[in-house]
């Protein structure tokens, strides 16, 4: 079994990891983080979601950590005051609107705690809304103003479009904007500065605690960038090959209490310490 060392920090994506198929944090999850907090090691949540979206987790989960939303655009407290943003350049939040519409994907942007769509009956807008426990405002269109936008997402079930439309967004943008699968259906696009090996520097700078002795667990290709940062890194089971590849470990689906038996596994056991929701 690989070992995870000295950590003081485990950094979680949400969604496919932390939450179950239905979005729901089980009792194993909570009694994990519990565990956790008791062995004295400090938890934190990034995500592609607003940080609203993730408001339903800070009571459950105890968070007393900075919330990484929008991938690292938005850093708030657990009470939504905000503490760092990196919004995307309004030319370039242009520019990847227009890039998505032409590959066919639907483009929805998030600005501050609204999220703006153009067709409600989209695909994955209600499932969304229920996810994230608030409803999109329906504009017209994307013409007026784009300044401080901290996301766009190009939206299609049509998933080699979306892979299509990953690579040129990467190839038109460089170092303008970072562009990476949340989901295999949804492209975000966000500041350079706003990815998740950057919420791995923040946490460690703001929290004091070195990176070596952070540990990450995620599923998709945009965690990878928070592997890289840290001392420690799980794959999800449910995750590409590629992206169990770049992880120190790997441990079972999200389906399959994956996020508390990666815990128990590769973090408590290091130091001896036991979950209570442990079988």
Known sequence: MASAGKIS??????????????KVLTERARAAVRALRKAGIRFAITSGRPPLGMAMLFEPLELD??????????????????LARHTVPEDVAREAIALIRSHGLDPWVYRGNDWLITRA???HVAREAWTVKFEPEVVADFNGPLSEVAKIVGVSDDLDRVARCE???????????????????????????????AVVAFLSERLHVPAEAI????????????????????????????????????????EDEGFAK??????????????????
Do not use: C, W
């Not at 920090?9 to 239905?22: F, H, I, P, W």
């Not at 960038?225 to 999200?254: L, P």
């Open 9 to 22: 920090l485990v950094l979680a994506d949400v969604d496919g990891t932390l939450v179950d198929k239905q």
């Open 65 to 82: 950590t900075p919330i990484a939303g929008f991938n690292g655009g938005l850093f708030v407290d657990r009470h939504l005051t905000i």
């Open 167 to 197: 690579a040129d967004a990467r190839a038109a943008f460089g170092q303008r904007a970072t562009a990476s699968r949340s989901q295999p259906y949804y492209l975000d696009v966000t500041s350079q500065e706003a990815n998740k090996g």
């Open 215 to 254: 540990a990450t667990v995620g599923d998709q290709p945009n965690d990878v960038v928070m592997f890289e940062r840290a001392g420690f890194s799980i794959a999800m089971g449910n995750a590409s090959d590629e992206v169990k590849s770049r992880a120190s470990a790997v441990t079972d689906s999200y």
């Open 121 to 123: 009956g989209a695909p």
């Open 262 to 279: 990666a815990m128990e596994r590769f973090v408590l056991a290091s130091i001896g310490a036991k979950s209570d929701g442990a079988r």
